[in-house]
């Protein structure tokens, strides 16, 4: 009996293939080679393209990671222990998708779309891919609307456009998450959606501040996105991307404002490291894959402000990276210090001295700079910065002991004044007007007679003050954006009378100077 050639094998089953109904669904099929920490190695998807999605027997989606020549490596977003050698895996012929819209508004959801807060399934109106590609240069307009945090230090000295990407940097438990929190709950007028993505954090943690959102009123209009330290890396890695989708569908649809808080990308990277590793690729500096620098690029480069042939819509990102023991020339800090608009650097030191927010004005910058202020803020905090600059040299130079003339020591003396001022209390942003009515009367002078310790409680007293006996004022520089001469006039007039009852001890009641 003559054998069969290959070719005469081949040709037999292309016309038995042939014969049957052209409405076969034909499948991609491959099996996992090995399994285990959230990475597979797969055989038999020859035709898979890098980043597809590939569902595995459990139900767990995967996604293609690297393409070899025999087999393919694939991370696992979702529960991996129960894969084992031989599990089938198939193509889905898709790119990463998560759920987007409306209805995302006020939940909790993992990386992948699917609720965490037991509120029920979302019925989303759209999907997005995780990974698309940054607006170009013809599709952006120059940053120059105000993104206000309510934060003073920020809002005066390292201001925030719509369409920015500042970074939030500093060690561990100085601060960087309150002020990401307090930008997110001074948007509750600002019609800004808020997507607040938490990478490799506590469970615990994530849930205390999706609470404190909750009491402020502030999850109407935020989307939490939580890939937890106990979520495997996959998840962790993809969490931002999936973020950012979910706020671009604002950005491009509903041509609105969008604020995007990463908590932080430094937990990212070592997830992305962890999976680099494990799938053989070459480690580089610190460890870290060679491509680390464009996992974080192409993430911050989606911010934009878009053009208004475009719709108008912006996206601001909020990166926030830990460093250690202040490093800030670190591998992944100095790449994301890179790829940003500037940064807002919190210091250990400044923290546990009790100035709080704890930034570091000499490092802090905005690329943005002054065309992200109003008028009005611009014109009283215009040297706030350099004043307080110089004042940190004046102080470490007066600490030698040295007799200083009277116009040093009056530096000195304001500038303590300036530091109380722009002390703030967590979950406390002051809008625009009222943080400009503080600045205009520290700047002026008229806290020179205030003491030191007192400046704090005068603060206290003249914001409320200010509200209830003179909302004229406030409103004005809300509409007009700028400080008027008349404007003017009366801050000046209000600030001296208000701290002369305040230093007489008349002032607590609000309705004493008129």
């Given at each position: 009996?003559?054998k069969?050639?290959?070719?005469e094998i081949t040709s037999?089953?292309?016309k038995?293939?042939a014969?049957?109904?052209?409405d076969?669904?034909?499948?991609?099929?491959g099996?996992?080679?090995e399994?285990?920490?959230?990475?597979?190695?797969?055989?038999?998807l020859?035709?898979a393209?890098a980043?597809?999605?590939?569902?595995?027997?459990?139900?767990?989606?995967g996604?293609?990671?690297?393409l070899e020549?025999?087999?393919?490596?694939?991370?696992?977003?979702?529960?991996?222990?129960?894969?084992?050698e031989?599990?089938p895996?198939?193509?889905?012929g898709?790119?990463?998708e998560?759920?987007?819209?409306?209805?995302?508004l006020g939940?909790v959801?993992?990386?992948?779309?699917?609720?965490?807060?037991?509120?029920?399934p979302i019925?989303?109106?759209?999907s997005r891919?995780?990974?698309?590609?940054?607006?170009?240069i013809?599709?952006?307009q120059?940053?120059?609307?105000?993104l206000?945090t309510g934060?003073?230090a920020?809002?005066?000295?390292i201001p925030i456009?719509r369409?920015?990407?500042?970074?939030i940097?500093?060690?561990?438990?100085?601060?960087k998450?309150?002020?990401?929190i307090?930008?997110?709950?001074?948007?509750r007028?600002?019609n800004?959606?808020?997507?607040?993505?938490?990478?490799?954090?506590?469970?615990?943690?994530?849930a205390g501040?999706v609470?404190?959102l909750?009491e402020?009123?502030?999850?109407?209009?935020?989307?939490?996105v939580?890939?937890?330290?106990?979520d495997?890396?996959?998840?962790?890695?993809i969490?931002?991307?999936?973020?950012?989708?979910?706020?671009?569908?604002?950005?491009?649809d509903?041509?609105?404002?969008t604020?995007?808080?990463?908590?932080d990308?430094?937990?990212?990277a070592?997830?992305?490291r962890q999976?680099?590793?494990l799938?053989r690729?070459?480690?580089?500096?610190e460890?870290?894959?060679?491509?680390?620098?464009?996992?974080?690029?192409?993430?911050?480069?989606?911010?934009?402000?878009l053009?208004?042939e475009?719709?108008?819509?912006?996206?601001?990102?909020?990166?926030?990276?830990?460093?250690?023991?202040?490093?800030?020339?670190a591998?992944?800090?100095?790449?994301v210090?890179?790829i940003?608009d500037?940064?807002?650097?919190?210091?250990?030191?400044l923290?546990?001295?009790?100035v709080?927010?704890?930034?570091?004005?000499?490092?802090?910058v905005?690329?943005?700079?002054g065309?992200?202020q109003i008028?009005?803020?611009?014109?009283v905090?215009?040297?706030?910065?350099?004043?307080?600059?110089?004042?940190?040299?004046?102080?470490?130079f007066?600490?030698?002991?040295?007799?200083?003339?009277?116009?040093?020591?009056?530096?000195l003396d304001r500038?303590?004044?300036?530091?109380?001022?722009?002390?703030q209390?967590?979950?406390k942003?002051?809008p625009?007007?009222?943080?400009?009515?503080?600045?205009?009367?520290?700047?002026?002078?008229?806290?020179?007679?205030?003491?030191?310790?007192?400046?704090?409680?005068?603060?206290?007293?003249?914001?409320?003050?200010?509200?209830?006996?003179?909302?004229e004022?406030?409103?004005?520089?809300?509409?007009?954006?700028?400080?008027?001469?008349?404007?003017e006039?009366?801050?000046?007039t209000?600030?001296?009378?208000f701290t002369?009852?305040?230093?007489?001890?008349?002032?607590?009641?609000?309705?004493?100077v008129?």
């Amino acid at each position: 009996m003559t054998k069969l050639r290959s070719e005469e094998i081949t040709s037999v089953l292309k016309k038995e293939i042939a014969s049957f109904s052209e409405d076969l669904q034909v499948e991609e099929r491959g099996s996992i080679l090995e399994v285990g920490d959230g990475i597979a190695r797969i055989y038999g998807l020859s035709n898979a393209i890098a980043g597809e999605m590939l569902e595995f027997s459990n139900g767990s989606a995967g996604l293609a990671f690297n393409l070899e020549e025999d087999s393919l490596g694939a991370v696992v977003l979702g529960e991996y222990v129960t894969l084992k050698e031989g599990d089938p895996v198939k193509r889905t012929g898709r790119v990463v998708e998560v759920p987007c819209g409306e209805a995302l508004l006020g939940r909790v959801v993992d990386p992948m779309g699917r609720p965490l807060d037991n509120k029920g399934p979302i019925a989303a109106s759209k999907s997005r891919p995780v990974e698309s590609p940054a607006p170009g240069i013809a599709d952006r307009q120059p940053v120059k609307v105000p993104l206000q945090t309510g934060v003073k230090a920020i809002d005066a000295m390292i201001p925030i456009g719509r369409g920015q990407r500042e970074l939030i940097i500093g060690d561990r438990g100085t601060g960087k998450t309150a002020i990401a929190i307090d930008a997110i709950l001074n948007q509750r007028k600002e019609n800004v959606v808020c997507v607040y993505v938490a990478i490799g954090q506590k469970a615990s943690t994530v849930a205390g501040v999706v609470e404190r959102l909750r009491e402020e009123g502030a999850m109407d209009y935020t989307i939490v996105v939580c890939a937890s330290a106990t979520d495997p890396a996959p998840l962790q890695y993809i969490a931002p991307y999936a973020g950012c989708a979910m706020a671009e569908y604002f950005m491009y649809d509903k041509k609105r404002d969008t604020l995007c808080v990463y908590d932080d990308l430094s937990k990212q990277a070592q997830a992305y490291r962890q999976m680099s590793l494990l799938l053989r690729r070459p480690p580089g500096r610190e460890a870290y894959p060679g491509d680390v620098f464009y996992l974080h690029s192409r993430l911050l480069e989606r911010s934009a402000k878009l053009s208004n042939e475009m719709g108008g819509g912006s996206l601001t990102a909020l990166p926030i990276i830990e460093t250690q023991e202040g490093e800030v020339s670190a591998y992944i800090p100095t790449n994301v210090i890179s790829i940003t608009d500037g940064q807002i650097y919190l210091e250990p030191d400044l923290f546990f001295a009790g100035v709080r927010p704890a930034i570091n004005v000499g490092i802090s910058v905005s690329r943005v700079g002054g065309n992200a202020q109003i008028k009005g803020m611009k014109k009283v905090a215009g040297s706030l910065r350099l004043d307080l600059a110089q004042f940190r040299e004046l102080e470490a130079f007066a600490q030698l002991g040295t007799d200083l003339d009277k116009a040093t020591q009056s530096q000195l003396d304001r500038g303590k004044r300036m530091v109380q001022l722009l002390k703030q209390g967590q979950y406390k942003p002051i809008p625009v007007e009222e943080q400009i009515a503080v600045i205009y009367a520290g700047t002026k002078g008229f806290l020179d007679a205030v003491p030191v310790e007192r400046i704090r409680e005068w603060e206290e007293k003249f914001l409320p003050f200010l509200r209830d006996v003179h909302p004229e004022i406030g409103a004005a520089i809300r509409t007009e954006k700028a400080i008027s001469e008349a404007t003017e006039a009366a801050l000046k007039t209000v600030g001296a009378d208000f701290t002369k009852a305040f230093l007489e001890g008349k002032a607590a009641d609000p309705r004493a100077v008129r």
